[in-house]
């Protein structure tokens, strides 16, 4: 039977390698990454101000901000450089048959 | 006995410098001798979220008073009033002696005053810290007519703020375009349109030439006879380096203190570091001072790993953003050196970046849309013009087109 907390996010082609899509469920904003050893998922919207980082840059395992730069480290949220202070939340993501879920709750 | 390393000025610089001089050397004495009560803290949001009541005082500090004692930094609040370059000592205002070994200045810039006349010169108001931002948010409570000077970024973010308040602004320019001294035309004109779009009047090309105080208002005459009634008037007409402590001592001043790539001035042992550094940029081979939030960062960390010995060299692509309603401004290297202008997008929304170009290489561009539209772009045209990335025009130009392919790894 499956887990209700795993949410289907799409096909693992639909996020070219070191980058991300943007997922939003119910009232939330989530970012799915692809990075080289596999899949990601963060909360959608930076710490420091609510802007979207859909827009963002994905260099290596970072996430940086796209309006002041702020950069997380994409696997454990962490706060990397200024302005961003707080650190990112971050979710479980699975592949299952070529299709990316992420464990919300 | 422990070095003892003395920072002068209370702002982000110096902050960002002593933590990586803790970072690097567990037992250096480090103290921040600043100007203001509040231990260093953010300003762009001051023009900005602090004045639209988004944010307070104690969301804006880089980090907290219990950080600064974990991490043994001293912030003493002090006004030093001499620096004994022979001797090493700084004389405060309260006459305590303070003996250094290295010293790291970071005293930033100050608002350039108008000079209109005695009667109203004092209650123009101006925004650089938290004081005078409290200051202003008070004094246009219940007030209407505002009348900003200056169409430069603090200009235009105070417009923006009042504006989103539902006061009426005026903004005076003298130069024939918004943002005239880093921002290329094609945006400012864009920032112009949205701004007058939002109801706010911007008159470019005048200067004022009187100011008269009627009971609680002001009446301003500007050179072409236009009258203005305001309520509240605010400038923003660029700043000056702080350097008046050092006039007359043998520390090389030029459009503020002169240093290095490495954060050093011509005296050992005392570096400088943020606004008031005229620093030497080794990618640009020239001179240059800058006064943004990067940079007052970037430029203290690296002054930070020289005082700890580590020689690191300062060459940070220039970068800068404003924020004016739900846009955002964003500028990347120099705009005013280049034989190519490209420009990328149609449209506000997906965001609009102008590229300026020499001999196929990106020497700086800036680009501006709605929230974070242009970062991602802005940011790998900075890392390309570090590079010195030959491009290729017809990509920068088509928006369907992804930049991060141009960055060689």
């Known amino acids: 039977m499956a887990d209700e907390n795993w949410i289907e996010v799409g096909s693992t082609d639909s996020i070219e390698e070191e980058d991300l899509i943007r997922f939003d469920h119910q009232d939330k904003t989530f970012c799915v990454y692809r990075l080289t050893d596999g899949f990601y998922a963060t909360d959608g919207i930076c710490t420091h101000e609510a802007v979207h980082l859909e827009d963002g840059l994905v260099m290596d395992d970072e996430i940086e901000c796209p309006m002041h730069q702020g950069i997380f480290n994409i696997k454990s949220g962490e706060a990397l450089s200024p302005p961003a202070c707080d650190d990112l939340k971050t979710y479980p993501v699975k592949v299952d048959n070529d299709k990316i879920f992420i464990k919300i709750n | 006995m422990n070095k003892k390393i003395f920072i002068l000025g209370g702002g982000q610089s110096a902050l960002y410098a002593a933590r990586e001089i803790r970072k690097n050397n567990r037992d250096a004495e480090i103290t921040i001798l600043g100007e203001e009560k509040f231990i260093p803290y953010e300003r762009p949001p001051l023009s900005k979220d602090f004045l639209l009541n988004k944010r307070i005082d104690e969301d804006l500090y880089f980090c907290s008073k219990e950080t600064l004692e974990e991490e043994k930094i001293n912030y003493l609040n002090t006004i030093i009033i001499k620096v004994d370059f022979e001797n090493n000592i700084l004389v405060s205002e309260d006459n305590k002696q303070y003996t250094y070994d290295t010293l790291l200045i970071s005293t930033g810039s100050k608002n350039r005053k108008l000079n209109i006349n005695s009667e109203v010169d004092d209650e123009i108001f101006y925004l650089r810290n938290l004081e005078e931002a409290n200051n202003i948010k008070e004094k246009a409570l219940g007030k209407k007519n505002i009348l900003i000077i200056g169409g430069g970024f603090i200009g235009l973010e105070i417009a923006s703020s009042f504006s989103q308040l539902n006061k009426n602004i005026s903004l005076v320019e003298v130069g024939n375009q918004l943002m005239g001294r880093i921002i290329p035309n094609q945006i400012a004109d864009l920032v112009k349109q949205f701004h007058e779009n ?41 700043s000056i380096p702080n350097v008046g402590l050092f006039e007359n001592t043998k520390l090389k001043l030029d459009n503020g203190i002169v240093t290095n790539e490495f954060c050093e001035t011509n005296i050992k042992n005392v570096y400088a570091s943020g606004d008031v550094s005229n620093f030497y940029h080794p990618l640009y081979a020239k001179y240059m001072r800058l006064e943004s939030y990067q940079h007052a960062q970037n430029h203290g960390l690296c002054a930070g790993k020289n005082i700890s010995g580590i020689k690191t060299e300062y060459s940070s692509i220039p970068w800068m953003w404003s924020d004016q309603f739900n846009l955002n401004l964003q500028l990347t290297g120099i705009c005013d050196d280049y034989d190519e202008i490209v420009e990328r997008g149609k449209r506000i929304d997906d965001g609009i970046i102008y590229f300026f170009l020499k001999n196929k290489k990106i020497k700086g561009a800036c680009g501006l849309g709605i929230a974070g539209k242009v970062g991602r772009d802005i940011r790998i045209t900075s890392k390309l013009t570090e590079k010195n990335t030959i491009v290729d025009s017809s990509l920068l130009s088509d928006q369907s087109q992804k930049l991060n392919k141009l960055i060689q790894k």
């Open chain 2, 198 to 238: 939002e109801g706010n009047k911007i008159i470019l090309n005048k200067t004022i030439s009187e100011i008269t105080k009627i009971n609680e208002k002001y009446k301003i005459l500007l050179n072409d006879n236009t009258e203005i009634i305001s309520d509240l008037i605010v400038a923003g007409i660029g």
